[in-house]
Antibody, heavy 122, light 105 residues
Framework: EVHLVESGGGLVQPGRSLRLSCTAS????????MHWVRQAPGKGLEWVSG????????DYADSVKGRFTISRDNAENSLYLRMNSLRAEDTALYYC???????????????WGQGTLVTVSS | SYELTQPLSVSVALGRTARIPCGGN??????VHWYQQKPGQAPVLVIY???NRPSGIPERFSGSNSGNTATLTISRAQAGDEADYYC?????????FGGGTRLTV
């Protein structure tokens, strides 16, 4: 069974940094693109960032471009999101998701982790 | 940037058919995926590539995509179908979600 477990969330002051992690199991992690999707409290879903299976391709939502960096370690079956210069509007539940299109972007997201909560506040 | 438009809410009587639209410019040229999210839970995929059901999703869930509107159809609606539903497409390597529709049964 496929499992995605996020960690690293917490309370952080504006302007500070945080690194999220996602540990995957139950599938060939190094064959699939992976993404981060977030959901602000009481709001809808927002795609944040994605990375191809071999890290050759990454992309970001305009709202986080230049501040967030996605990466992965296929040997550790892990996905990461480095978040710098955090703002109050980055407060959200961050989900790790698997892209069902083998290798590159463009597929559907299945499954989703349970998310890790990031709260940006002074 | 590409935008997807969903109604904030849709209501359906128990046992009837619910239709949730997702509007976008020439959306029929794109693959549309649908997710169900119940309160306090992570989203779950219910339809992929316009009209395909993942294993474990009831046949009551179906999808269509034509012109500028994709539609998620839920037949014989049950109380357990009450949830938020989101459509999703890709636009130049960027994921795009609709704003979500709250289904009330």
């Amino acid at each position: 069974e496929v499992h995605l477990v996020e960690s690293g969330g917490g309370l952080v002051q504006p302007g500070r940094s945080l690194r999220l992690s996602c540990t995957a199991s139950g599938f060939f992690f190094d064959s699939y693109a992976m993404h981060w999707v977030r959901q602000a409290p009481g709001k809808g879903l927002e795609w944040v960032s994605g990375i191809s299976w071999d890290s050759s391709n990454t992309d970001y939502a305009d709202s986080v471009k230049g501040r967030f960096t996605i990466s992965r370690d296929n040997a550790e079956n892990s996905l990461y999101l480095r978040m710098n210069s955090l703002r109050a509007e980055d407060t959200a539940l961050y989900y790790c998701v698997k892209d069902m299109s083998e290798g590159g972007f463009g597929g559907w997201f299945d499954p989703w982790g349970q998310g890790t909560l990031v709260t940006v506040s002074s | 940037s590409y935008e997807l438009t969903q109604p904030l809410s849709v209501s359906v009587a128990l046992g009837r058919t619910a239709r949730i639209p997702c509007g976008g410019n020439s959306i029929a040229t794109r693959n549309v995926h649908w997710y169900q999210q119940k309160p306090g839970q992570a989203p779950v995929l219910v339809i992929y590539r316009d009209n395909n059901r993942p294993s474990g999703i009831p046949e009551r869930f179906s999808g269509s995509n034509s012109g500028n509107t994709a539609t998620l159809t839920i037949s014989r609606a049950q109380a357990g179908d009450e949830a938020d539903y989101y459509c999703q497409v890709w636009d130049s390597n960027t994921g795009v979600f609709g704003g979500g529709t709250r289904l009330t049964v």
